[in-house]
């Protein structure tokens, strides 16, 4: 195994990382629509667990973790090269990429976003949704809006929801979004942390990202404070040249160390979102939480924050995991990662619903009640177990073939239209683009 160097901040792997991320957000909400019974750690109190019900596996189907990651990596990717620029004593040149790069990054969140509704928002007018609104899946028929009663009401519609996504998280054409706002501010919380500490020795930034964690982690915030707070440290830790000689003197011990890490990180993602009293694994783990979280902590939210971290701080010490995730394949899912994010779950709701539930034979009602009204008939079930096993691997690669064309052509555009404001709003003109980090 090659000696492991922080001066490199190779972020590579962060890239295939948050790939990785975003690919388990999309197979989570298909599990969400299809298979629900995936949330619990087994099927019933006294019947054995599935496959992929099993501690480690069901990591393949949760995606709360994914989040938590996202911001953990915001984190860490944003504050490498300000934290290298300090450490080099170009103080003045950091606040200036931070007040920058703070700028840039909303604009590479709020118009691909924005774009993203738009499609939505076109799609359910045209009807599209319809489909789903009816279909056997609870997941499915309620993120599937419905038309607006009127032409001129469909723009205001649009117009509250481009604006509620940002002010309070509510997008009826895209649910998920919801992530967005919390994911935007992290982001914020890392420049203006990086900008306060700016004066500040490493070793006691070091510290103030330490007491920042445990001040989130005590108020309850398992989304974004403990995950962006983490990434931090992490981004410090990785180019401080004492840490990184100690790491080189014992290698053995270190690559040893970080495989417990990952894998007891996997293990504490797999905590259930739901019955967690329905499996020993899942109550042993609720019996810990009781100990080391704070009172009323959510724990199906901490206990995948807290497992990430561990993850990825056990990533950053084990060449190979590094290694693997930068391999070429693996990194360009971490450039389709925004756009994935964006994209799949209309995608599920448009795509996938009629490539499931577009044969199926539509239920009749069997009658009237005694009112005189029809008897509601059932939801349109599926077409086959077999339409299932084709219908989903075609849904991957259509997915993600949609977000190569989204990344190929919308997110430049929408980077040109944020380095057009940045022209205009800041004086100098000869700062040089900024790769858009995604969800970074």
């Known amino acids: 195994m090659s000696n492991y160097n922080a001066s490199k901040a190779d972020t590579k792997w962060a890239d295939g990382l948050r790939g990785i991320a975003s690919l388990l957000v999309v197979t989570a909400h ?9 949330l619990a750690p087994a099927m019933s109190d006294k019947l054995p667990p599935t496959l992929f019900q099993l501690p480690f596996l069901r990591c393949l189907v949760m995606g709360r973790a994914s989040v938590a990651a996202f911001a953990m990596l915001a984190g860490y990717v944003n504050a490498l090269k300000p934290i290298k620029q300090t450490r080099a004593g170009n103080i003045d040149a950091a606040l200036s990429g931070i007040a ?16 993203a509704t738009v499609i939505s928002w076109l799609l359910c007018q045209f009807g599209v949704f319809r489909l789903a609104r009816s279909v056997d899946s609870l997941w499915i028929r309620d993120t599937s809006p419905h038309p607006s009663a ?5 723009f205001i519609d649009l117009f509250e929801n481009l604006l509620t996504t940002w002010t309070d998280g509510k997008n009826e054409y895209d649910r998920i979004q919801w992530t967005l706002t919390f994911l935007l501010k992290g982001s914020m919380l890392v420049y203006l942390t990086l900008f306060a500490t700016a004066y500040v020795t490493p070793r006691y930034r070091m510290v103030i990202y330490s007491l920042l964690f445990s001040f989130y982690w005590s108020s309850g915030d398992a989304l974004i404070g403990t995950n962006v707070y983490a990434g931090l440290l992490m981004a410090e830790i990785s180019l401080d040249p004492g840490i ?47 100990h080391i979280f704070p009172r009323g902590a959510e724990f199906p939210r901490y206990f995948p924050g807290m497992g990430v971290n561990i993850l990825v701080f056990g990533v950053l010490f084990n060449t190979t995991a590094k290694r693997l995730l930068s391999h070429p394949y693996v990194c360009w899912l971490g450039k389709m990662s925004f756009a994935i994010y964006l994209l799949h779950a209309p ?18 009602s069997p009658g009237k ?11 349109i079930p599926l077409s086959s177990r077999w339409v299932v096993i084709v219908a989903i691997p075609v849904f991957y690669v259509m997915t993600y073939r949609i977000a190569h064309i989204w990344a190929v052509h919308v997110d430049p555009m929408c980077g040109r239209i944020t380095n057009w404001f940045e022209e205009e709003l800041f004086t100098a003109k000869d700062q040089k683009s900024e790769k858009p980090l995604l969800l970074a």
């Open 150 to 154: 009127s032409f001129a009401a469909a």
């Open 100 to 115: 920058k790069s703070a700028f840039r990054r909303t604009g590479r969140f709020v118009f691909p976003a924005m774009a």
């Open 347 to 364: 995608l599920i709701r448009s795509l996938l619903t009629w490539m499931l539930f577009g044969a199926s034979k539509i239920p009749v």
């Open 369 to 379: 009640d005694k009112d005189g009204r029809d008897i509601f008939p059932g939801w």
């Open 244 to 290: 990184q000689q100690y790491v080189v003197r014992r290698q053995i011990l270190f690559s040893i160390g970080s495989s417990l890490a990952m894998i007891l990180g996997l293990y504490f993602m797999s905590y259930p979102e739901e019955h967690q009293e329905w499996a020993r694994w899942s109550r042993n783990l609720s019996g810990l939480g009781n």
């Open 30 to 38: 298909i599990c969400r629509s299809l298979a629900p019974f995936l």
